[in-house]
């Protein structure tokens, strides 16, 4: 996993989901990326810096419903991992 190799140096993580060939517009959980995974390497290097939620929601009726989505189900994987309560 790349991001073991930045464990010591990361000052910031941002947290977005992809697909091979698609740079925008995934959604959370609909992606290839382990972000319990993730989040459980984070969690065991010790890291306690900002998370930043990066997504787009230029076509949603409501952006900030779409933005609340996907921090909810952030946290919940974090959660899992063991890196906040869950809600």
Known sequence: MELQAGIGHIVAVHVKD???????????????????????????????????????????????AEVAKARDWVKARMAKAGMVEAA
Do not use: H
């Open 18 to 64: 992809t697909k091979p060939g698609v740079f925008k517009n995934v959604p959370f959980g609909e992606g290839v990326v382990d972000f319990e995974r993730c989040f459980e390497t984070l969690k065991q290097s010790g890291y306690c810096g900002p998370y930043l939620i990066e997504m787009w929601s230029e076509t949603a009726e409501d952006p900030a």
